[in-house]
């Protein structure tokens, strides 16, 4: 009897005290358009949120939006404080990079390279000083041909770069999207389209990519 | 007798409550390259320091350079809090603008009008919290013609004209350099030359240009 | 009585021989979609032919539209075989520019200065060798704001200034529509509005804009 | 004795029947600065016309720089009647394309894909028409990387699809260089320079690039 209350009492106890490593992971996902279309139905954060259910871990993640269109690195920079920190998250997933680029050519305000890192290390450093987990990824695609003949492939090539450099240097975990696609293109696009594999205008996911995107994620979230 | 401790107590009284009046004003120059050569011998910041020597006010005012080649206004806001908060400035002039524009052109990598207001903003807000005096100055010229067919006129009077409505906005004093440069150039460049009058290159002071600028940087500060 | 005979007889002869001096002129308008719109119903090359006929000269004048849509000057200079000398014209209208300038902020495509003059001179040299008539007019406006902040008003005056000195020095007649249409705004535009005034979305002419273009041609045409 | 005479006469006349056969061919190289600079002291014109001494064959080629800086397709077009057909070549190699790419960065003023198309089959149409025999060429490298990061490769791997399309349709034959240098570069660029290996800038070509394009314009025209 003794016993057994001693059980019950020190079970509580460590029910109570062992509470915060089951804490509830809090992940912002961070990033433009693309992110933005992913809160949404059938978005790529949505479908993340249903394999996690499948899972049973629904209770132990709570996941957060936080795209807007149009974003380049230094927007993400300039609104961190009200969109990223101040929903307090644990983790942050920086999907960053598609405008940057293709912005040169269509209204010639894209960002260069040296600021791009500059602004990126910039967010990684302000989160990590609050002991958040950072999580970034590569841009993932403009245009999904196979053959390197998507106009800005040479340009986005050379930004998935720096993340992959900034990854290492900053310590945070990596998911290279642009890597993962090409790879899944190059089985799937055997007939070298431009747009319809993975996305619906060589940009922006369709219902496989936001599939293809969440089943990323979760790899890099849930291990 | 009394009169004499009624002068002193007066006095006193004066140094006390007149003493913010006579604290060292530190002004810091917050820009591109111009000002960055601005702080260089015969730079319009060191022209400034002249001019106020001669009037007896070199104990007044304590003048900063923070300019830096190739800065746009998201530049500005990424390094205001180490190279502007940090130098515990009681006003900062703020002349930035000629890249945000320029950029589009030579290398696609410009600031978009509402970013470039946005950012601004930003700035503004953030020195303003902490109390201190905020003096904005539209970008002053790329190339020196007269009759509107320097190549990127169109676009930086936008820009300026989205300073000007900044200023306004924010309670800011304002030296509209846009403005004093065409006054200038419309009584001084009669043969619609595009560099030389007031610049080297259409953009960079020469001597000319930077006693120009100090002589219009004195009269928003000493008054 | 023989010699009335004769004289009557060769007036008539006289009169059909000297037909050609009454030849139709055949104007050919080369140009942009500016021009392509200005065939169509309530288009300034048709609003001319009513003017035209309201004046009983239907029968003196033909009028050929031969614009293509974002043309710029070389589509012109490449195409001048088929679509303009094909017509065997009497006088040619040259109205292109817009594009020139345009293009290089919204794809990087636009035609460097010298590069627009050499091609202008060349679809010149090539219709005056073979004695067409040419007349040539600047391009009108891409926004319609009166206080030069229109993004590109600077290039779009650069180029303007180009096709005056081409005018002259090909002794070339100019309509020069920039100039018309700042004179106009300048009196009618008191708002300050980017569109609306003479076009529908800033380059494109509304039905003001058609009238007043084909006013303009009119001057030009008829003397 | 007879049968050698005959042999002998058989021979004479052979060698005067046969001579129209022998007739010099004249090759005229039509291009933008990387031609230009073919036609000077070891340059690859002259690199060119060293190897066909070797082989004894100086007597049968006359080769003829036709390049020029700064050009892009629609500059060939507009001066192949004085620059190419005035020489009277029966053969033309065209080798353009780098700037029509480069231009959109550098200074807005690009080619657009179709219209880079149309004025090169423009181009072709005219020369065929007078019996010369075309060779093409795609556009080298801008960035000598092998890993897909140099900033234009998309674009011009586009272009170069664009050219081999061009040949094919027009029966052309095609000198496929920027193949020829991928495979170069990925067997001796194991470093992933951006240039030095063929070039002394990415763009144009060093001693060893302009002997590479000599020994690959040789297996083109002398088979």
Known sequence: MRLLLFIATFTALALVSFAPMQQKQRIVFFGDSITQQGAQP????????DMLKQKGLQ????????????????????????????????TVVIWVGVNDVWHKRTSGTGTDAPKFEQFYNAIIKKLQAKNIKVIICTPATIGEKTDYTN????????????????????????????????TYEQANN??????????VDGVHLNEKGNQFVAGEMMKALVK
């Not at 939006?65 to 149009?70: H, K, L, Q």
């Not at 055997?190 to 996305?199: F, Q, V």
């Open 59 to 90: 209770d132990k993640y709570e996941l957060m939006g936080a795209g807007i269109g149009v974003n380049k690195v230094y927007d993400l920079y300039l609104r961190m404080d009200d969109d990223v920190l101040a929903k307090n998250p644990t």
């Open 151 to 182: 106009e800005l492939d040479g340009d986005l090539n050379r930004y998935a770069g720096i993340i992959r450099n900034i990854a290492q240097k900053n310590n945070c975990e990596l998911i290279d999207l642009r890597k993962d696609f090409l």
């Open 42 to 49: 059938n978005g790529y954060i949505m479908v993340l949120g």
């Open 190 to 199: 055997t007939e070298n389209k431009e747009k319809g594999i993975l996305t």
